[in-house]
């Protein structure tokens, strides 16, 4: 028992060395940003074309990740393999695109064809390399240099270090990128309609019942319409509005209940209806209507575009439709 407690122990001694020198190389990557980055970043930005990113080894499948997350943020990015390159992919590669190239040494051979064929044509080179010397860097329109820091692995060699501080680069790259053409939510919402992602950002709009679909009744109606109404759209709820089609109220079964009586069929809707009822602007994300639905103790919530609608609903939500598109 003791011997394996001391190999545990060895072992977690052993992973949170790696992560302090990852971190120490992450420090020192931050420490030393400074004009070659905005350099980088304005040239990206000025670039009419995509951005290419290319990688031999390691450097590649960190390559593939930067141009992944580039084109999942707003900037057109995809990932050339060098070895293909030489072998007719450099034709993916246009005049107005700027390439990235990812080297921890700047002496990568397979990356000598593309470095060629960008200074051939003219196209903007930013190596990302570790060696500020390099073949890479001294061809570069934009050398990002990465500061030197040892490999997490306990022989020094094993790209660790290396590729955890190129990622970050990247990941830096691409978010500043995002900030500075205001990429929104809605826009991330454009780019990731799968999966977590694009459940967590669907907006109330996305979702809710409208038209014919929407249980409605005048506000002078008499509740045998209303009791039909709301039968017939089945929400459990009908929505009262006045003569201009604006939501004043909502009528739910507690009110009912609460208005129980021989002559209730013979009421107002407008006399049973709750005032002020609860509602949800279309841009809303639907997560929030959930949260609110739960909070109220309610599963139904009106849409309503209180500035561009003047108060007139434009469809109905139900708990139901949040939790089978996944919002919850």
Do not use: W
Request: aromatic share 4%; net charge negative; charged share 20%.
């Amino acid at each position: 028992m003791a011997e394996d407690q001391a190999l545990k122990d060895a072992d977690l001694a052993s992973a949170r060395t790696v992560l302090k020198i990852e971190q120490d190389g992450l420090a020192a990557l931050s420490d030393s940003l400074g004009e070659p980055f905005i350099k980088a970043l304005d040239m990206i930005e000025a670039a009419r074309g995509r951005v290419v990113i290319t990688g031999m080894g390691k450097s590649g499948h960190v390559g593939n990740k930067i141009a992944a997350t580039m084109a999942s943020t707003g900037q057109p990015a995809f990932f050339v393999h060098p070895g293909e390159a030489s072998h007719g992919d450099l034709g993916m590669v246009q005049q107005d695109d700027v390439v990235i190239a990812l080297s921890n040494s700047g002496e990568t051979s397979e990356l000598s064809d593309f470095i060629a064929y960008t200074r051939r044509y003219s196209i903007g080179l930013i190596g990302m390399t570790g060696g500020a010397s390099s073949t890479l860097a001294q061809a570069s329109d934009v050398a990002l240099v990465i500061p030197p820091s040892p490999e997490a692995c306990s022989i020094g060699m094993a790209p660790t270090t290396s590729t955890t501080v190129m990622l970050a680069l990247g990941d830096a790259l691409a978010v500043c990128l995002l900030d500075r053409k205001g990429f929104t939510a809605q826009d991330f919402k454009n780019f990731h309609p799968g999966g977590k992602l694009g459940q967590r950002l669907l907006k109330v709009a996305d979702l809710i019942h409208s038209g014919d679909q929407m249980p409605l009744i005048s506000q002078s109606a008499l509740m045998s319409a209303a009791l039909i109404e709301m039968t017939a759209k089945r929400f459990g709820v009908v929505g009262v509005v006045n003569d201009d089609g604006v939501l004043v109220g909502i009528i739910t079964d507690g009110d009912l209940r609460r208005h129980m009586s021989k002559d209730l069929i013979d009421q107002k809707a407008g006399d049973v209806m709750t005032a002020g009822s609860v509602t949800m602007e279309p841009g809303q994300i639907a997560s929030e209507a959930v949260a609110v639905m739960n909070d109220r103790k309610i599963t139904t919530l009106f849409c309503v575009d209180s500035t561009q609608n003047q108060g007139k609903p434009l469809g109905i939500l139900h708990i139901h439709d949040c939790l089978q598109a996944g919002v919850v």
